[in-house]
């Protein structure tokens, strides 16, 4: 089949699924791009993990692309589906780093002083200084330091690098100036590409933080989760929109 | 990694421009963000700040550099060098705004650096 000809059957298969709900045409479309996701699973084989586990969470990430796809956009499925599908199988990898390179003492500090952030925030009515966390903890100061930072450095995966090499920007340069202008840029497409690679919480706080101002803490407390969370999620999201268009390294 | 400290308000480090070698810039700007006493909050924008800044392909060339200078609950952070027109980029500008609110563009010596600054709120500021 030609790419044409592909891209017409996606196009009649999501008008299918999409207006009349038909089911059937969601899974002949899983099934037509599952080539497509084992070739993006085969990229980052190696590392680790089994090639199947990759497909699935690929699988994953494309059965989330066919569901969030707007047929107005007029873009291809597979140009939207590509970034959506790598940016879940970058999750996977981020997800089981944190077990892997963290120690045990750092990580159960973490979990404390996760705890006391919120706790702390909530007596005292601002954030506390790192000095109060330390005594809180009863540790000292650099050791808190030293676990806020390890417990930041599984997000900072090597594997993101911008979209188009050195100085080339990342998708957070195609966002515009105006307050959620983003649907208004002349790319819309790679926004849309890099926001759709994050899941609907990383979206929501990337927009609570970085177009409505809130604070971590705001932001914690709008979402239910811990600050300690937000500002993982934060990183995550971030490096998520600056990678998911290139190509692993290897 | 070079580390010099020229005065006990100044640092400079130095270190190759590899995203594993961020984290020791991290722990330096923590290092400092707790001598002036910043809030937690605080500390992991700037933090997160940095990280935006120096991240992959936007240093340029092999290494980087973080300067501070802290001055009476004020930190001043240039970083680089960066590829030009890194500056200017609306994305990272989007990021840095409701993080250290406003940075600059700094040229030395033909190459581009950013300059952050920021002060630790007051308590009234900080309260609610």
């Known amino acids: ?250 | 990694m070079s580390t010099n400290v020229p005065a006990i308000d100044a640092i400079a480090v130095t270190v190759p421009a590899e995203r594993r070698f961020l984290g020791v810039v991290n722990l330096v700007l923590g290092g400092l963000c707790t001598r002036l006493d910043f809030p937690y909050e605080q500390v992991d924008d700037l933090q997160l700040a940095v990280d935006s800044v120096l991240a992959p392909g936007r240093p340029h060339g092999a290494d980087v550099t973080l300067e501070a200078e802290a001055d009476e609950g004020r930190l001043r952070l240039l970083l680089g060098p960066l590829a030009p027109g890194t500056a200017d980029q609306p994305g990272l500008q989007r990021v840095l705004g409701p993080l250290v609110g406003a940075s600059r563009a700094v040229e030395r010596e033909g190459a581009e650096w950013i300059a952050i600054e920021v002060a630790r709120p007051s308590a009234g500021a900080q309260a609610g």
């Open chain 1, 1 to 250: 089949m030609s790419v044409a000809a592909a891209g017409r059957r996606h196009a009649d298969l999501l008008a299918a699924y999409h207006e009349q709900g038909d089911p059937a045409a969601r899974d002949a479309l899983v099934e037509n791009l599952m080539p497509l996701v084992r070739s993006l699973a085969a990229r980052y084989a190696g590392r680790g993990e089994q090639l199947e586990d990759l497909v699935q969470v690929g699988a994953i990430g494309l059965i989330k692309a066919i569901d969030r796809f707007d047929t107005d956009r007029g873009v291809e499925l597979t140009t939207y589906a590509v970034p959506t599908i790598v940016g879940e199988i970058r999750r996977h990898f981020r997800d089981k780093a944190w077990a892997v390179h963290v120690p045990r003492r750092l990580k159960e500090l973490n979990v404390r002083l996760s705890r006391l952030l919120d706790e702390l925030t909530t007596d005292l009515g601002r954030s506390p200084t790192i000095t109060e966390l330390a005594t809180a903890a009863d540790v000292e100061e650099e050791d808190v330091i030293d676990a806020l930072e390890s417990s930041q450095a599984y997000t900072a995966r090597p594997l993101s690098t911008p979209v188009d090499g050195e100085g080339g920007g990342d998708l957070l340069d195609t966002l515009g100036d105006e307050e959620r202008g983003y649907e208004d840029v002349d790319d819309g497409s790679l926004v849309e590409a890099g926001l759709a690679a994050l899941d609907e919480r990383e979206r929501r706080i990337v927009e609570l933080r970085f177009f409505d101002g809130l604070t971590q803490s705001q932001i914690a407390a709008e979402i239910g989760i811990s600050q300690m969370h937000v500002s993982r999620l934060l990183r995550r999201a971030l490096e998520t929109m600056r990678g998911t268009l290139e190509e692993p390294s290897a």
